[in-house]
């Protein structure tokens, strides 16, 4: 029990050491390859923060426990929405972007609904894999395709950008890119070391592990680079990493599992879990088009106080089911 908690705070301290590396080294990238900050966010960072997701979830497969892989992917994407953007906007209130709302989160909340259809019948087949995996390729091929037209046209991010990004080389934001994002998700899976095994200690479910013990260690990249760069004024990788990373969780995460293993859902999982995050996901349009006084459209510290008062409400909510178990 002692070496678990150890583990926790070494890996809380490199975790929020390597976030601001991270997203200056994501930042730059964007910057020197003429991509859109949000791009970056949801491809870059969606997929290097969704490492640790993507980890457990298939070893959990293999091994025979599903209900940690489901957990772990939808117990984060919960996580995301309601816990890191909620604390991130109390941080620094989001500006949301009309693309955002036209594009990139109808998607989101599509890939949601696909799922629904994976989950109904009460299993993920090697074939629901493999076609979860092939949305997510054709997804962000598709991204990638319309960020490359919008910054053909001299994309309005990029004036955005601090100054001092500009001076970084490209060969060094590489660097600052893939050891920030190596600690991230080595100190994100110590942390989640320790908490499973203090959790098992007490003799919690794989299922309710994956939804809160593990959702929030894997989803601790999300929240010290989403913080991180809210902090920065870049909106849109604080949100792009969000939507990508929930993208990666319900796509690849999942897809990677049941391709390798077919899975068997627990009924809770699509009549609970599943419907908080497709709530969660609705509730996002309508804080996005929330206008302050200048017109701009954000999630503010209200909304982000609403957010982290369902996750609260949330997690006790299992709390209490498995006390009375």
Known sequence: MLLSIVM???????LVWSADMFVDGAAAVALNFGMSTLLVGMVIIGFGTSAPEM????LAAMQGNPGLALGNAYGSNITNIALILG???LVSPVLMRSQLLKRE????????????FHL???????????IELAVLLAVFTWMTMQSRQESSHGDELEVELNQELKRIK???AWVMLVVGLVLLVVSSRMLVWGAVNIAHGLGVSDLIIGLTVVAIGTSLPELASSIAAARKGEHDLAVGNVIGSNLFNTLAVVGLA??????QVPAEVLTRDWAVMLGLTILLFALGYTRKASGEKTISRLGGSLLIAIYIGYTLYLIVGVMQL
Do not use: N, W, Y
């Open 120 to 130: 109904q019948d009460g299993q993920i087949t090697r074939i629901e894999g493999l």
């Open 258 to 263: 049941g391709a390798i293993h077919p899975m």
């Open 105 to 116: 989160l109808p998607i989101l909340l599509g890939v949601t609904l696909l799922a629904f």
């Open 8 to 14: 926790i705070v070494i890996g809380l301290a490199v």
């Open 87 to 89: 604390l991130t906007a």
């Open 55 to 58: 980890t457990v979830s298939v």
């Open 170 to 172: 490209t060969s060094k």
